[in-house]
Antibody, heavy 121, light 109 residues
Framework: EVHLLESGGGLVQTGGSLRLSCAAS????????MSWVRRAPGKGLEWVSA????????YYADSVKGRFTISRDNSENMVYLQMNSLRAGDTAVYYC??????????????WGQGTLVTVSS | EIVLTQSPGTLSLSPGERATLSCRAS???????LAWYQHKPGQAPRLLIYGASSRATGIPDRFSGSGSGTDFTLTISRVEPEDFAVYYCQRYGNSPPWTFGQGTKVEVK
């Protein structure tokens, strides 16, 4: 059974940094791309970032490009999102998702429960 | 960037009624790489449909997807009490960003 568990969320001041982690199990981790998606309060889902199965290809939404960095450790079945220069608009529940193929072009087929990030001045 | 517009914003239905949700893309979605998700408060989103019309593993057959190009539809043939939720469409495939629609809330009438 696929299981994704996010951690690392919390309250951070504007301009601060936070690192989210996602522990994956139940599938061959290195064979699938992974993604981060967020949902701000009162808004819909927003794709944030994705990384290929080998980690060599990464993608970002324009809203986070240059501030967020996605990475993965295939030996530990972990994916990370390093978030710097945080803004109030980054306040959201952040979901880790497994994609359906090794390339980041796949669809998110399994999701975690999410971790809340609150950015406050 | 392909923009996905969902309608209606809210759909008020009674259990047993049919639900028809629309997702319109600003440009043609290549290879019908269009997915639908169900999201309930406090839960992980769940993949319902991929490739515009293929049901994901374990999804009941009352959920069906159709459409191509720029117009896509999610249909729930008879809404069950557990189906009240927010539904999102998403474009995937080559060329990010992999945008979501703004969502349709299916609520109890």
């Amino acid at each position: 059974e696929v299981h994704l568990l996010e951690s690392g969320g919390g309250l951070v001041q504007t301009g601060g940094s936070l690192r989210l982690s996602c522990a994956a199990s139940g599938f061959t981790f290195s064979s699938y791309a992974m993604s981060w998606v967020r949902r701000a309060p009162g808004k819909g889902l927003e794709w944030v970032s994705a990384i290929s199965g080998g980690g060599g290809d990464t993608y970002y939404a324009d809203s986070v490009k240059g501030r967020f960095t996605i990475s993965r450790d295939n030996s530990e079945n972990m994916v990370y999102l390093q978030m710097n220069s945080l803004r109030a608009g980054d306040t959201a529940v952040y979901y880790c998702a497994k994609l359906s193929r090794i390339a980041a072009a796949g669809t998110p087929d399994y999701w975690g429960q999410g971790t809340l990030v609150t950015v406050s001045s | 960037e392909i923009v996905l517009t969902q309608s209606p914003g809210t759909l008020s239905l009674s259990p047993g009624e049919r639900a028809t949700l629309s997702c319109r893309a600003s440009q043609s979605v290549s290879s019908n790489y269009l997915a639908w998700y169900q999201h309930k408060p406090g839960q992980a989103p769940r993949l319902l449909i991929y490739g515009a019309s293929s049901r994901a593993t374990g999804i009941p057959d009352r959920f069906s997807g159709s459409g191509s190009g720029t117009d896509f539809t999610l249909t729930i043939s008879r809404v069950e009490p557990e189906d009240f939720a927010v539904y999102y469409c998403q474009r995937y495939g080559n060329s990010p960003p992999w945008t979501f629609g703004q969502g349709t809330k299916v609520e109890v009438k």
